[in-house]
């Protein structure tokens, strides 16, 4: 008798249980690991949860998809922002009074322009060209706020934008920018500049180089908010980039590594290893084609690569990681431009080399200058040697030449697209 309660117990109260919270967990989403990705070097024993979970300390990889399907946080904001550009309802307030103060910054056209990436490719040698420059205000920090603060935004009502939220996001904007702009104004003497006013010969220019590879939810907000921004992209040889990425990852890691722990930072090709796991396992990138000689095309705007990307960023806006996928610049590009697109705005994105940049700073800022409609201004030695953030590389070993070709077969498909996307030869 008790075994037979203890049976009709098992399948009608926990198998059931156990099946439904199996079905729920999944949610409904296919999760397919490719698994032979590990073409590199086959000496991973863990699985790629594992992995995943002692690289990026959190979870596992099936939360994170189902992170970016589920809505909250981020990610439906940027939906619902999206249809909100579609329909141009974006900066349209309930009460007269918000659309004045809106519209006043909105006919500033503030910020002028944005520098979105991409990390380490110089962004801090611009910002600092800017900084000198007379008619020009650069916040003395990285903002983030299209990417960290608007991650954290309340979510809305299923019927739209919520109105409460949105002014109080609109005003938040406007009100970084105006404090960060008088701090920047008063460390650079520059109080006499005084924005908004003639926005043609003075700008405020912000650079956050995370803004790039969040292109499945950055562009959208910025449509939004500042859809009148002019975009500035710099963009370096990807393996370089990558390299200089582990650099700066492998420095901060040791200055903040606490006392008692002794856990080495990993080597670059194991760093880039589990980065191009990450990759293959959310379909951002094929394992095919470099185990089986099938050619990888670049991005292809799949559902599947969308949506692994979208997780993947998640990922990859912490700091330290991202080494290869921060190079898939054609894939960022692409969806940026399918974003405005979308929104029936142009996008007016300057995208420049990097190593121009180092070579002739000053033609490149002139450049830039008139791209802004702001007059030239000459770059003193000192601007020039000492803004850009530049790095020791003597505590870390050269990269091999294997890893560099290997890497260079990862990204060539994604530089030949960005030539098509840009629509020049971009790569000297
Ligand atoms: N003028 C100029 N043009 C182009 N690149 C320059 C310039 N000056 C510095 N650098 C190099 O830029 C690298 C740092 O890039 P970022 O400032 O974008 O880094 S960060 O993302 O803000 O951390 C960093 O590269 P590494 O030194 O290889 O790490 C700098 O040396």
């Given at each position: 008798?008790?075994?037979?309660?203890?049976?009709?117990?098992?399948?009608?109260?926990?198998?059931?249980?156990?099946?439904?919270?199996?079905?729920?967990?999944?949610?409904?989403?296919?999760?397919?690991?490719?698994?032979?990705?590990?073409?590199?070097?086959?000496?991973?024993?863990?699985?790629?949860?594992?992995?995943?979970?002692?690289?990026?300390?959190?979870?596992?990889?099936?939360?994170?998809?189902?992170?970016?399907?589920?809505?909250?946080?981020?990610?439906?904001?940027?939906?619902?922002?999206?249809?909100?550009?579609?329909?141009?309802?974006?900066?349209?307030?309930?009460?007269?009074?918000?659309?004045?103060?809106?519209?006043?910054?909105?006919?500033?056209?503030?910020?002028?322009?944005?520098?979105?990436?991409?990390?380490?490719?110089?962004?801090?040698?611009?910002?600092?060209?800017?900084?000198?420059?007379?008619?020009?205000?650069?916040?003395?920090?990285?903002?983030?706020?299209?990417?960290?603060?608007?991650?954290?935004?309340?979510?809305?009502?299923?019927?739209?934008?919520?109105?409460?939220?949105?002014?109080?996001?609109?005003?938040?904007?406007?009100?970084?920018?105006?404090?960060?702009?008088?701090?920047?104004?008063?460390?650079?003497?520059?109080?006499?500049?005084?924005?908004?006013?003639?926005?043609?010969?003075?700008?405020?220019?912000?650079?956050?180089?995370?803004?790039?590879?969040?292109?499945?939810?950055?562009?959208?907000?910025?449509?939004?908010?500042?859809?009148?921004?002019?975009?500035?992209?710099?963009?370096?040889?990807?393996?370089?980039?990558?390299?200089?990425?582990?650099?700066?990852?492998?420095?901060?890691?040791?200055?903040?590594?606490?006392?008692?722990?002794?856990?080495?930072?990993?080597?670059?090709?194991?760093?880039?290893?589990?980065?191009?796991?990450?990759?293959?396992?959310?379909?951002?990138?094929?394992?095919?084609?470099?185990?089986?000689?099938?050619?990888?095309?670049?991005?292809?705007?799949?559902?599947?690569?969308?949506?692994?990307?979208?997780?993947?960023?998640?990922?990859?806006?912490?700091?330290?990681?991202?080494?290869?996928?921060?190079?898939?610049?054609?894939?960022?590009?692409?969806?940026?431009?399918?974003?405005?697109?979308?929104?029936?705005?142009?996008l007016d994105m300057l995208v420049l080399s990097s190593d121009s940049a180092r070579k002739h700073p000053q033609q490149v800022f002139d450049l830039i200058c008139d791209h802004l409609g702001v007059a030239r201004h000459l770059l003193s030695q000192e601007t020039i040697e000492c803004g850009g953030n530049k790095r020791d590389y003597s505590k870390i070993p050269p990269m091999s030449n294997s890893t560099r070709?290997?890497?260079?077969?990862?990204?060539?498909?994604?530089?030949?697209?960005?030539?098509?996307?840009?629509?020049?030869?971009?790569?000297?």
């Amino acid at each position: 008798m008790r075994y037979w309660r203890l049976f009709n117990v098992t399948f009608a109260v926990i198998l059931p249980v156990v099946y439904l919270f199996s079905v729920v967990g999944k949610n409904g989403i296919d999760v397919s690991y490719d698994q032979g990705s590990l073409s590199v070097k086959n000496d991973i024993s863990l699985d790629l949860d594992e992995q995943y979970e002692l690289y990026y300390e959190i979870p596992s990889l099936q939360y994170l998809w189902n992170k970016s399907f589920i809505p909250q946080k981020g990610y439906p904001i940027a939906m619902e922002r999206w249809k909100a550009v579609s329909n141009n309802t974006c900066l349209k307030s309930s009460s007269s009074k918000d659309n004045e103060s809106i519209l006043k910054w909105e006919n500033h056209k503030i910020p002028h322009a944005i520098v979105v990436g991409c990390q380490k490719c110089g962004s801090t040698a611009l910002a600092s060209f800017f900084r000198s420059h007379p008619n020009i205000v650069t916040p003395n920090r990285e903002l983030h706020f299209l990417s960290q603060y608007m991650d954290r935004m309340p979510t809305k009502t299923s019927d739209g934008i919520d109105q409460r939220y949105w002014k109080q996001e609109y005003y938040t904007y406007m009100r970084t920018y105006t404090k960060e702009m008088e701090v920047a104004k008063k460390s650079s003497g520059k109080e006499d500049v005084n924005i908004p006013t003639n926005a043609s010969t003075r700008l405020l220019i912000e650079k956050t180089p995370n803004y790039i590879l969040l292109s499945d939810r950055v562009p959208q907000r910025l449509l939004c908010l500042s859809p009148w921004s002019k975009i500035i992209l710099l963009l370096r040889n990807p393996v370089d980039r990558a390299f200089s990425h582990y650099n700066m990852a492998y420095q901060g890691y040791y200055r903040r590594r606490k006392m008692h722990d002794t856990t080495p930072f990993p080597s670059f090709d194991e760093w880039l290893r589990r980065d191009y796991n990450v990759l293959v396992a959310l379909g951002v990138l094929s394992n095919q084609s470099l185990s089986s000689g099938v050619p990888n095309l670049g991005y292809q705007g799949t559902e599947r690569e969308r949506k692994g990307w979208a997780a993947y960023t998640k990922l990859a806006a912490i700091g330290s990681t991202g080494g290869i996928g921060r190079g898939l610049y054609s894939l960022q590009i692409l969806q940026w431009k399918m974003a405005y697109q979308e929104a029936k705005q142009p996008l007016d994105m300057l995208v420049l080399s990097s190593d121009s940049a180092r070579k002739h700073p000053q033609q490149v800022f002139d450049l830039i200058c008139d791209h802004l409609g702001v007059a030239r201004h000459l770059l003193s030695q000192e601007t020039i040697e000492c803004g850009g953030n530049k790095r020791d590389y003597s505590k870390i070993p050269p990269m091999s030449n294997s890893t560099r070709q290997w890497l260079e077969s990862i990204f060539e498909p994604y530089n030949q697209q960005l030539n098509q996307v840009l629509g020049k030869e971009f790569w000297e």
